[in-house]
């Protein structure tokens, strides 16, 4: 079946530093939707890319989708504290509704 | 407008128990989903409801159901609880057809 990695599972970066997190689905996504998950919260919705080769950005965030659409990122320039929560990757899986297969999720931790 | 909710907020239960949460979709929404948060298996597809019927189901046992009622609030019941089944217990809903999903809180089951 559908499978979605993201790496790496775990970041501990300075604050003020740069941080990226990477994610590959094993099928081509329809689209790819990226959610932040703070300590002890529930998910929320950041973004959704959906044509090849797309990059948005949200303030200090940055989204690209891959020419193949297999593929994604998500680019924190200078970290903040505020930062901190742990990131995943979403996709439709193939035809089926609203399911969506979710990314292992990459653990960002900020020191001040 | 108001988020979705989830009932209640935590819950202990004995094994062999069974146990019913509920979830109250954000206003006209019509699609729920579940899904099933664990530190080892990641967020994991329960199933979804659209319009009071099952449109998709994930690998879950026989054990784990849900029902959708006219008004979108959707309830999932776990029978013969195990110990496996801790975990937290999120309700999305979402606007149409692969649009982002919106979570509740959750639901922290813990089987004693």
């Known amino acids: 079946g559908q499978q979605v990695m993201q790496i790496p599972q775990y970041q501990h970066v300075q604050e003020g530093e740069d941080f990226t997190t990477y994610c590959n689905s094993s099928?081509?996504?329809?689209?790819i939707q990226w959610y932040k998950q703070r300590p002890g919260g529930h998910p929320v919705f950041l973004i959704q890319?959906?044509?090849?080769?797309e990059v948005k950005k949200q303030k200090r965030l940055t989204f690209q989708f891959g020419e193949a659409k297999k593929n994604s990122s998500l680019h924190i320039t200078a970290t903040q504290t505020t930062d901190v929560g742990t990131y995943f990757c979403?996709?439709?899986?193939?035809?089926?509704?609203?399911?969506?297969?979710f990314g292992g999720g990459t653990r960002l931790m900020v020191k001040p | 407008k108001a988020g979705v909710t989830q009932t209640p907020r935590y819950l202990i239960k004995t094994r062999g128990q069974q146990v019913t949460l509920s979830c109250s979709p954000i206003?006209?929404?019509?699609?729920v989903s579940w899904y099933q948060q664990t530190p080892g298996q990641g967020l994991q597809f329960l199933f979804e409801?659209?319009?009071?019927?099952?449109?998709n189901k994930g690998n879950f046992p026989g054990r784990f159901s849900g029902r959708q009622f006219s008004n979108s609030r959707s309830e999932m019941n776990v029978s013969t609880l195990e110990l496996g089944d801790s975990a937290l217990y999120l309700c999305?809903?979402?606007?149409?057809?692969?649009?982002?999903?919106?979570f509740g809180q959750g639901t922290r089951l813990t089987v004693v």
């Open positions: 999305a809903s979402s606007r149409d057809f692969r649009a982002e999903a919106f």
């Open positions: 099928t081509t996504l329809s689209n």
């Open positions: 890319l959906v044509k090849s080769g």
């Open positions: 979403a996709g439709p899986h193939g035809n089926a509704g609203n399911m969506l297969t």
């Open positions: 206003s006209g929404h019509r699609s």
């Open positions: 409801y659209f319009s009071e019927t099952q449109r």
